[in-house]
C-alpha cells in the first residue's frame, strides 16, 4: 500500500496532465483502426470449437453441387398469378434480380422445364420440355403441370398455386473457397506443430487475405440485398412479397447488431448520463463517469480493430457490458469521494482523492478480479463465440479497472468538485430500510431466500435449449413475416442434409451379373440382386425410397427432395409407370445434360457412393425439438431401416444450430460450477474466513439461479446470448458482496457492533450499490427497443440480476454476517423474527 500511495503521490496526482497527454496518445492510436472494427454473423459464428459440422456441411455442398447462397422472394399477388398480366409482372419482376451483377442466376416458374406435352417421353424428354420463358404455354395448362409435378409445389409454388418464389442464386466465389482451404491446411499444419517457419508466415498472409476478402464479399452482399429490396418496394403495390434465405438472414442480424451497438450503445449512454445527473446532481460527477466509460469502450474497438478480432452475435453486448462495469467502478468512488466529504469538509480536494482512491482500489480490485473469474469462465464454454467473449471481458474489464484508477483521479485533479448540499445534509439515505427491515425481519429473509432458492431449483430443472431461429425476431422483421411465408406455403424454412453412404462391395464383388437366374438390368432381383457399384438399382432405389417416405411423414419436415422425387417425375414423363430395372440403369443417360443438375447431381454422388435427401425444416411449428428430431431420425434408419451408423451424415445448417443450442446447458453448468468454485477460492483468498466465504456465495448462489430459474418458469429457453446471462449476474452480485464484506469490515472495527456496523454500511457503501443498480437497470431498459429477441432478454435478464443482486447484498448478505458473526462477538444480539 505504501508503494501504492508513492504513485499517486508522486506522479498521477501532481501530474494529471501528463498522464492525460500519454492516455490521450493511447486513444489516437486506438483509433487509427476504428475503421478495422467488424461483425461477423457467419456459420463459423456459432459453431462449437473444433466442431467438424461446418465441415461436413461444406463438403455436402461441394459433392452435391447445392449451395444456400441464395435469396428467396416469395410473390403473392392480388390477382391472379396464372394469368397474361400476372406472368408477365412476376417476368418482370425476375429479370430486374436476374439483371444485377452479384446474381449468379434464378429459379422460378417462368424458367423450369413444364411437362405437360402429349407426346413427351423418355425418349423425346430433351425436345418436348418446354417453359413458360421459351415457349407459348396457357396459363392454365403451366399452372396445372407445375402442380402435377412432384417437384415443384411446396417449393417454387404453393400448393393452392397463389404463391410462388424466386430464387436468387448469389454464388461465392472461388477465391473464397481458395483461400479457406489454404487457411485451413496451414492450421491443421500449425495446430499439430508440423508447420515450417516460411508455413507459419504463409499462415499469417491467409488468415489475412482470408478476413480481407471476406469482408470484401460481406460489403458487396449487403449491397446486393439492399438493392434487392429497392427492386421488390417497386413492385409490393400490387402483391405481397418476402424476402428470405441465408444470405439476407445473415446481413439483416448484422445490420441488427449494428443497429444495438450504435443506437442502443449511445441510448445506454444517454440513460447512464440521465440517472447520474439526477443522483448526484453535478456536472462533474456526470462527465467524469462518462469518459471513463467511453475511454474504456475507445479502447477496447481499437484494440478489436489492431487484432482483427470481429464481434459476434454472441459478444455483441460487450460494450454494454463495459459501460456497467467501468460505472460501477466509477460510482463507487463517486460515493466514498462524497463520504470523505462529509466526514472531512476541511481537508483538500487533493487529500480527499488521494484518500477515496487508496480507500477503494483494493476492494475495487478485489471484485474487478473475481468479475473477471466469471468471465473467464465462459472459456470453458466450447462455443468459439463464446469462448471468444469470455476474453473480450477479460480484457475489457482490465482495461476499465486501469482506466478508472489512472483517468478517474486524473480528471478529478483537474476539475475538483465542489462540496454540495446533499453531501453535507444528515439525511438517512433510503438503503438504510434495507437494513431496518433486515433487523426487524432477520428471520423472514432467511425463509425467503429459502423459498427463493426452491422456486430456483424447481425453474431450473424446467430450463430448456430448444427454440425455434424464427423466435430470434419481432413479429413486424421482414425475417419473421418471411419464414412464415416460406413456412406455410413453401415446403419450409432452415436446411437439412440426410446423406447416405452406399454399403461397401462385398468381397468378390465385381462378378458376371449375368450368371445368376436373375437379369438386373430387366427385373427387379430384390435381395437375390448381384452388386453393381451404382445407386441406379431397383433395390437400392427402394431403399432410398423408404428413407425418403419416412423423412417426408415427419410432422417438423416441409418439402423433402430426394432423388425419389426424380424418380416419381421420370415415371409421370414414362406414361406414369415406374421405370423398369433398364431404364433406371440408363437414368443418367436419359436426363438432358441441361436437368443433370437439377434433377441427379443434388441427390446422386456416384463418385463418393452418397446419396442426398434435402430437407425443410418447419420453423414455425409449435414445440420444435431439433434435438429430440434429429436423434429420431437417426435411429430410424439404424434400427428400422438397417443402416450403420457410420454409413449416415446428418449436415447443415440445422445440425450446426443444434450443435449449438445442445452445448448450451452442458456450457451452462460447466461455466457455473467453474465460476463457484473460483469465486469461493478468491473469497478464501481475500477474507481468509471459510465462514466469510461461505456467507459471500450465499447471496450469489441465489442471484445467478434466480435469472435461470426465472428463465425455466417462463419457458424462455437458453439461446446464445442468455447463455452468458448467468456467469454476468455472478459476476454483478460478487462486486456488491465484495463491496459489502470490506466495507463491513472496516467499519466493525470502530465499535464491534454488528447493527449498527450493518446500518452504517448500508447508509454509505449500500447506498453505492443501490446507485449503481439504479443506474444499470435504468440503462439497460432501452434493451427492450431492439429488434433482435436475444437482445431484448439480455437486456432485460442483466436488470433483474442487478436487482436480485442488490437485493440480496442488502438483505440476505447482512443476515446472514449478523447470524453467523465471522468477526467475533460483538456488542449486539442477533436480529429479530
Known amino acids: 500500500m505504501n508503494r501504492l500511495r508513492a504513485l499517486y503521490d508522486r506522479l498521477i496526482l501532481p501530474h494529471p496532465l501528463l498522464v492525460l497527454a500519454v492516455f490521450g496518445a493511447l486513444l489516437a492510436l486506438a483509433a487509427l483502426r476504428f475503421s478495422e472494427f467488424r461483425l461477423d454473423a457467419s456459420a463459423e459464428s456459432l459453431v462449437l470449437e473444433n466442431d467438424r459440422s461446418l465441415e461436413q456441411y461444406r463438403q455436402v455442398n461441394r459433392r452435391f453441387t447445392t449451395s444456400d447462397d441464395f435469396l428467396v422472394v416469395t410473390y403473392t399477388p392480388d390477382g391472379e398469378l396464372f394469368s397474361e398480366e400476372g406472368l408477365a409482372r412476376l417476368a418482370s419482376l425476375r429479370d430486374e434480380l436476374q439483371a444485377l451483377d452479384a446474381v449468379g442466376s434464378t429459379n422460378s416458374i417462368l424458367s423450369v422445364p413444364l411437362l405437360h406435352s402429349p407426346d413427351l417421353t423418355l425418349d423425346t424428354v430433351d425436345s418436348e420440355i418446354k417453359t413458360l420463358d421459351q415457349h407459348d404455354v396457357p396459363p392454365d395448362t403451366a399452372r396445372q403441370a407445375l402442380l402435377n409435378n412432384p417437384l415443384y409445389p411446396n417449393l417454387l409454388i404453393s400448393e393452392d398455386g397463389r404463391t410462388t418464389a424466386i430464387q436468387v442464386n448469389l454464388p461465392t466465389p472461388d477465391r473464397y473457397f481458395e483461400l479457406l482451404r489454404a487457411r485451413n491446411d496451414l492450421r491443421d499444419k500449425a495446430s499439430t506443430g508440423n508447420a515450417s517457419e516460411s508455413e507459419l508466415a504463409e499462415l499469417e498472409r491467409v488468415q489475412q487475405a482470408f478476413i480481407d476478402y471476406t469482408e470484401t464479399l460481406g460489403v458487396e452482399r449487403e449491397a446486393t440485398i439492399r438493392t434487392v429490396r429497392d427492386i421488390l418496394d417497386k413492385y409490393r403495390d400490387h402483391a405481397e412479397i418476402h424476402l428470405g434465405g441465408v444470405p439476407m438472414i445473415v446481413a439483416d442480424m448484422i445490420r441488427f447488431i449494428e443497429n444495438d451497438l450504435s443506437t442502443f450503445g449511445l441510448g445506454v449512454l444517454a440513460f447512464l448520463l440521465l440517472t447520474l445527473a439526477i443522483i448526484f446532481r453535478q456536472w462533474r460527477w456526470v462527465l467524469v463517469p462518462m469518459l471513463c466509460c467511453g475511454f474504456t469502450v475507445w479502447l477496447m474497438i481499437g484494440f478489436l480493430g489492431w487484432t482483427q478480432w470481429p464481434v459476434t452475435v454472441i459478444s455483441s453486448n460487450f460494450i454494454s457490458l463495459l459501460l456497467i462495469m467501468t460505472l460501477s467502478l466509477t460510482i463507487h468512488l463517486i460515493v466514498r469521494y462524497r463520504e470523505f466529504q462529509h ?39 466450447g462455443i468459439r463465440p463464446v469462448i471468444d467473449f469470455g476474453w473480450m471481458m477479460t480484457l475489457g ?325 442468455t447463455i452468458t446471462v448467468a456467469a454476468i449476474t455472478v459476476g454483478i452480485a460478487v462486486d ?9 469490515k472496516t467499519e466493525f472495527r470502530k465499535d464491534g457492533d454488528y447493527i449498527a456496523t450493518m446500518h452504517r454500511c448500508h447508509r454509505s457503501i449500500g447506498q453505492a450499490m443501490f446507485f449503481t443498480s439504479l443506474t444499470i437497470i435504468s440503462g439497460f431498459s432501452i434493451l427492450v427497443l431492439s429488434n433482435f429477441i436475444p437482445t431484448i432478454y439480455f437486456g432485460l435478464f442483466t436488470g433483474f440480476a442487478m436487482f436480485m443482486a442488490l437485493v440480496g447484498a442488502l438483505t440476505l448478505l447482512p443476515r446472514l454476517i449478523v447470524l453467523v458473526k465471522p468477526f467475533g462477538l460483538g456488542g449486539a444480539s442477533g436480529l429479530g423474527s
Not at 474487478?368 to 466469471?374: E, G, P, R, S, Y
Not at 433510503?430 to 427491515?437: K, L
Not at 417425375?569 to 415406374?578: D, H, M
Request: with cysteine; glycine share 6%; aromatic share 8%.
Open 343 to 381: 466526514d472531512e469538509p476541511q481537508a483538500s480536494p487533493r487529500e480527499t482523492l488521494r484518500n477515496t482512491v487508496l480507500a477503494m482500489i483494493k476492494p475495487c480490485f478485489y471484485m474487478a478480479i473475481t468479475t473477471i473469474v466469471a468471465f473467464g469462465s465462459l472459456t470453458f464454454s
Open 397 to 721: 474489464l482490465t482495461v476499465a479497472f486501469l482506466i478508472t484508477f489512472l483517468i478517474f483521479p486524473a480528471l478529478l485533479s483537474l476539475l475538483p468538485p465542489p462540496i454540495d448540499s446533499h453531501v453535507t445534509a444528515n439525511r438517512v439515505p433510503f438503503t438504510d430500510a434495507f437494513a431496518r427491515f433486515t433487523e426487524r425481519f432477520g428471520n423472514t429473509v432467511l425463509v425467503g431466500s429459502a423459498v427463493i432458492a426452491a422456486l430456483c431449483v424447481v425453474g431450473l430443472t424446467r430450463l430448456s435449449v430448444e427454440n425455434s431461429f424464427i423466435d430470434y425476431f419481432k413479429p413486424s422483421t421482414e425475417i419473421h413475416q418471411g419464414m412464415i411465408t416460406i413456412d406455410n406455403r413453401l415446403g419450409g424454412t432452415t436446411p437439412l442434409d440426410v446423406v447416405i453412404t452406399d454399403d461397401p462391395p462385398p468381397e468378390g464383388a465385381g462378378g458376371d451379373p449375368f450368371a445368376s437366374d436373375c437379369d438386373p438390368f430387366v427385373e427387379d432381383c430384390g435381395a437375390g440382386e448381384e452388386y453393381r457399384d451404382t445407386w441406379y438399382t431397383y433395390q437400392k432405389m427402394q431403399e432410398l425410397e423408404a428413407v425418403h417416405e419416412y423423412l417426408d411423414g415427419l410432422p417438423e419436415t416441409g418439402k423433402v427432395l430426394s432423388i425419389n422425387t426424380t424418380l416419381k417425375l421420370l415415371a409421370r414423363i414414362n406414361e406414369g409407370e415406374p421405370l423398369n430395372a433398364l431404364e433406371l440403369a440408363f437414368v443418367p443417360a436419359a436426363v438432358p445434360d441441361d436437368l443433370q443438375d437439377v434433377l441427379l447431381t443434388p441427390y446422386i454422388s456416384e463418385e463418393h457412393d452418397q446419396a442426398r435427401f434435402s430437407v425443410r425444416i418447419l420453423e414455425t411449428m409449435p414445440d420444435l425439438k431439433r434435438e429430440a428430431l434429429l436423434n429420431r431420425i437417426r435411429n430410424h434408419l439404424t434400427t428400422e431401416l438397417g443402416y450403420d451408423q457410420d454409413q449416415i451424415m446428418l449436415a447443415g445448417m440445422t445440425v450446426m444450430y443444434n450443435n449449438m443450442l445442445q452445448s448450451l446447458f452442458d456450457s451452462q453448468i460447466k461455466t457455473i460450477g467453474v465460476v463457484f468454485v473460483a469465486i469461493m477460492l478468491m473469497f478464501l483468498i481475500l477474507f481468509r474466513s471459510l465462514k466469510l466465504a461461505l456467507i459471500g456465495i450465499a447471496p450469489n448462489l441465489i442471484a445467478a439461479g434466480s435469472v435461470l430459474g426465472l428463465m425455466g418458469w417462463l419457458d424462455i429457453p437458453l439461446d446464445m446470448m
Open 736 to 744: 456488491d458482496t465484495i463491496h459489502y464484506i470490506h466495507r463491513f
